[in-house]
C-alpha cells in the first residue's frame, strides 16, 4: 500500500499490509523502497469488514462476468471485460479479461489482465477441486488456469485460435467435474447457417482437449437435428456435472414447422454421459406458471442434495408494453420428466431470474439475483417456491438523476451475507463513478437488504 507522506518530508512511503484473519489483527509495515527491509511499523488494529460497497473502474467501459468464487476466508476472485486498463500497461484488443481477488476485508490483493490477440470478457470463474487454482474462460474460446497468487499456469484450448472458425461465441458456459477437468459450451454455426452448440471437455492438469460433442443442426432436413423439427437454432446455455457424474444441460431451441408443438422458442433439458453420449431429452419443457406465455428459454440449473434440480429463465415474451421477458424459476424432478413447482416474475420487463443460479442456503430457501429495468433484484424463495422477499438494489448518478445497475455474479458469506456483483452506470454506493460503465461489489443481508 502507498502510504500519503507519514514525516512531513514530502515523500509517500510504501508499506506492507498483512492480515491474521485467526487473530484479528492488520499490521502495516514501512518498508524501505530498494532494499524492501522494514523500517517501521506505523498501525496495528482490528481487521477491517468488508465494505458495504465496492465500485471500481476505468474511463472506458468495464463489465464483471457473470460468477464469482468466494474462497473459505471470505475472500472474493472476480472478472470480466474491459476496454480501457486496470494495470498499468495499454490495451493491445478493444475488450481485455481483466481477474482480481479482492481480500476478506475488501482491498485488492491482486489484479490481472492477460494480453494476447483473441482475448474477450471473462465469462466464468470455477474453483478447482481440491486446489487453490481457479479456472477462467472468456467469451474468445481461452481458457486459463490460474494460481491463487495471480499467476497464469496455462493458457490455451482456444477454438478461435484454431482456426475454427465456425464458432461464433467461445465458453458461453463452463463447469468442472470432481477430478478437476472443465466442460465447456460455445455456439456455433455449422457451415455459416444457423446456430447450434457444443460441448468439449478439457484436461484440467494440461488444458488439452480430450473429446468434443457437436448438436447436429438442421440445414434443409430438420429430421437430422440433434432436437427433431427445430428451425436452425439450438441454443446450450448452462450445464452441470450431476452427483452421478452424467452432464446435465438447459437451452432453448427454435421450433420448426415439421412437428406441433406450442411454443416458438422452447426451453429443454437434455443428459449426456460422461463421454458425451445422449442419455435423455425433454423437449420441449415449459413450465406450468410462465406468465401466460408458452414459449421458454432456460439459462442456469442448479443440482439440489436430493438429486433434483432448480432452473431459472423466462419466457422470451416481448410486447410494447413488456419489452423484456419476465423471469422463469423451477424445480423439477431427477430427470426432468416432473415438475414441482415453478414461479414466474410479472413485475414489468425484465430477465429477473436467469442471471445466477440459485443459491440454497442451510434452510433449503433459495436465492437468485437478476436485472428488473434498470435495476438488480434480489430474489428469496421457499424450498416450496413460494416468493419469500424481493429486494431491488438501484444507483443513483452523481447528478440525482436515476442511473442503471445490472446484476453479475453472487456468493454467500461465511455469516450468511451475501456478496452481489454486476455492473453500474453511476454510483452503487459512496464510490464515485469512474466512466461509462463500472464494476460494483456490495454487501448486503441475507435476503439482500441494505445492512442496519
Same mark, same amino acid.
Given at each position: 500500500?502507498?502510504?500519503?507522506?507519514?514525516?512531513?518530508?514530502?515523500?509517500?512511503?510504501?508499506?506492507?499490509?498483512?492480515?491474521?484473519?485467526?487473530?484479528?489483527?492488520?499490521?502495516?509495515?514501512?518498508?524501505?523502497?530498494?532494499?524492501?527491509?522494514?523500517?517501521?511499523?506505523?498501525?496495528?488494529?482490528?481487521?477491517?469488514?468488508?465494505?458495504?460497497?465496492?465500485?471500481? #473502474? $476505468?474511463?472506458? =467501459?468495464?463489465?464483471? /462476468? @457473470?460468477?464469482? *468464487?468466494?474462497? %473459505?476466508? &471470505?475472500?472474493?476472485? +472476480?472478472?470480466?471485460?474491459?476496454?480501457?486498463?486496470?494495470?498499468?500497461?495499454?490495451?493491445?484488443?478493444?475488450?481485455?479479461?481483466?481477474?482480481?481477488?479482492?481480500?476478506?476485508?475488501?482491498?485488492?490483493?491482486?489484479?490481472?489482465?492477460?494480453? #494476447? $490477440?483473441?482475448? =474477450?470478457?471473462?465469462? /466464468? @470463474?470455477?474453483? *478447482?477441486?481440491? %486446489?487453490? &487454482?481457479?479456472?477462467? +474462460?472468456?467469451?474468445?474460446?481461452?481458457?486459463?488456469?490460474?494460481?491463487?497468487?495471480?499467476?497464469?499456469?496455462?493458457?490455451?484450448?482456444?477454438?478461435?485460435?484454431?482456426?475454427?472458425?465456425?464458432?461464433?461465441?467461445?465458453?458461453?458456459?463452463?463447469? $468442472?467435474?470432481?477430478?478437476?477437468?472443465?466442460?465447456?459450451?460455445?455456439?456455433?454455426?455449422?457451415?455459416?447457417?444457423?446456430?447450434?452448440?457444443?460441448?468439449?471437455?478439457?484436461?484440467?492438469?494440461?488444458?488439452?482437449?480430450?473429446?468434443?460433442?457437436?448438436?447436429?443442426?438442421?440445414?434443409?432436413?430438420?429430421?437430422?437435428?440433434?432436437?427433431?423439427g427445430t428451425l436452425n437454432r439450438i441454443q446450450i446455455r448452462n450445464l452441470v456435472v450431476a452427483a452421478n457424474g452424467n452432464l446435465i444441460v438447459v437451452g432453448s431451441f427454435n421450433n420448426g414447422f415439421d412437428i406441433q408443438r406450442p411454443c416458438t422458442t422452447c426451453g429443454f433439458a437434455a443428459a449426456f454421459s460422461a463421454d458425451g453420449l445422449d442419455l435423455w431429452q425433454r423437449a420441449p419443457l415449459t413450465p406450468t406458471n410462465a406468465c401466460g406465455s408458452s414459449n421458454t428459454a432456460w439459462y442456469r440449473l442448479v443440482e439440489a442434495i436430493d438429486g433434483t434440480y432448480y432452473v431459472v429463465g423466462d419466457n422470451q415474451v416481448f410486447d410494447p408494453n413488456d419489452?423484456?421477458?419476465?423471469?422463469?424459476?423451477?424445480?423439477?424432478?431427477?430427470?426432468?420428466?416432473?415438475?414441482?413447482?415453478?414461479?414466474?416474475?410479472?413485475?414489468?420487463?425484465?430477465?429477473?431470474?436467469?442471471?445466477?443460479?440459485?443459491?440454497?442456503?442451510?434452510?433449503?430457501?433459495?436465492?437468485?439475483?437478476?436485472?428488473?429495468?434498470?435495476?438488480?433484484?434480489?430474489?428469496?424463495?421457499?424450498?416450496?417456491?413460494?416468493?419469500?422477499?424481493?429486494?431491488?438494489?438501484?444507483?443513483?448518478?452523481?447528478?440525482?438523476?436515476?442511473?442503471?445497475?445490472?446484476?453479475?455474479?453472487?456468493?454467500?458469506?461465511?455469516?450468511?451475507?451475501?456478496?452481489?456483483?454486476?455492473?453500474?452506470?453511476?454510483?452503487?454506493?459512496?464510490?464515485?463513478?469512474?466512466?461509462?460503465?463500472?464494476?460494483?461489489?456490495?454487501?448486503?443481508?441475507?435476503?439482500?437488504?441494505?445492512?442496519?
Amino acid at each position: 500500500v502507498v502510504l500519503p507522506d507519514q514525516d512531513g518530508n514530502g515523500v509517500d512511503e510504501v508499506g506492507l499490509r498483512t492480515e491474521n484473519f485467526s487473530s484479528g489483527t492488520q499490521l502495516i509495515q514501512v518498508r524501505d523502497p530498494v532494499s524492501g527491509s522494514v523500517i517501521r511499523n506505523i498501525q496495528e488494529r482490528g481487521v477491517t469488514s468488508f465494505p458495504e460497497a465496492i465500485q471500481f #473502474g $476505468t474511463l472506458q =467501459e468495464d463489465v464483471p /462476468n @457473470l460468477s464469482l *468464487i468466494k474462497r %473459505s476466508d &471470505d475472500s472474493l476472485i +472476480v472478472g470480466g471485460g474491459t476496454k480501457g486498463s486496470l494495470t498499468a500497461l495499454p490495451n493491445l484488443v478493444e475488450t481485455e479479461p481483466w481477474i482480481k481477488k479482492i481480500s476478506p476485508s475488501g482491498n485488492t490483493v491482486w489484479t490481472l489482465q492477460p494480453k #494476447g $490477440t483473441f482475448e =474477450e470478457a471473462i465469462r /466464468n @470463474l470455477l474453483p *478447482i477441486p481440491q %486446489s487453490t &487454482d481457479f479456472f477462467a +474462460v472468456d467469451l474468445a474460446a481461452t481458457i486459463y488456469r490460474i494460481s491463487d497468487s495471480g499467476e497464469i499456469l496455462w493458457r490455451g484450448a482456444t477454438d478461435f485460435e484454431s482456426s475454427q472458425t465456425d464458432v461464433l461465441v467461445g465458453n458461453y458456459w463452463a463447469t $468442472t467435474d470432481a477430478n478437476g477437468d472443465l466442460f465447456s459450451v460455445s455456439w456455433t454455426s455449422p457451415g455459416g447457417v444457423g446456430l447450434s452448440s457444443r460441448i468439449t471437455k478439457f484436461s484440467g492438469s494440461t488444458g488439452q482437449e480430450l473429446w468434443r460433442r457437436d448438436l447436429a443442426l438442421d440445414t434443409e432436413d430438420t429430421s437430422q437435428s440433434w432436437i427433431p423439427g427445430t428451425l436452425n437454432r439450438i441454443q446450450i446455455r448452462n450445464l452441470v456435472v450431476a452427483a452421478n457424474g452424467n452432464l446435465i444441460v438447459v437451452g432453448s431451441f427454435n421450433n420448426g414447422f415439421d412437428i406441433q408443438r406450442p411454443c416458438t422458442t422452447c426451453g429443454f433439458a437434455a443428459a449426456f454421459s460422461a463421454d458425451g453420449l445422449d442419455l435423455w431429452q425433454r423437449a420441449p419443457l415449459t413450465p406450468t406458471n410462465a406468465c401466460g406465455s408458452s414459449n421458454t428459454a432456460w439459462y442456469r440449473l442448479v443440482e439440489a442434495i436430493d438429486g433434483t434440480y432448480y432452473v431459472v429463465g423466462d419466457n422470451q415474451v416481448f410486447d410494447p408494453n413488456d419489452q423484456e421477458p419476465d423471469g422463469l424459476f423451477a424445480r423439477f424432478n431427477q430427470d426432468f420428466t416432473a415438475e414441482i413447482w415453478s414461479d414466474c416474475d410479472e413485475t414489468g420487463g425484465d430477465v429477473s431470474f436467469n442471471f445466477t443460479p440459485p443459491i440454497i442456503k442451510g434452510d433449503g430457501s433459495l436465492v437468485t439475483f437478476g436485472s428488473v429495468g434498470d435495476n438488480a433484484v434480489v430474489f428469496t424463495h421457499s424450498v416450496g417456491g413460494a416468493l419469500v422477499s424481493r429486494e431491488v438494489i438501484s444507483a443513483n448518478r452523481a447528478d440525482g438523476t436515476p442511473g442503471r445497475i445490472t446484476a453479475g455474479g453472487i456468493a454467500e458469506r461465511n455469516n450468511g451475507e451475501l456478496v452481489l456483483t454486476g455492473s453500474v452506470e453511476g454510483e452503487a454506493g459512496e464510490s464515485p463513478e469512474n466512466g461509462d460503465l463500472d464494476v460494483y461489489i456490495l454487501r448486503r443481508d441475507s435476503s439482500g437488504a441494505p445492512l442496519d
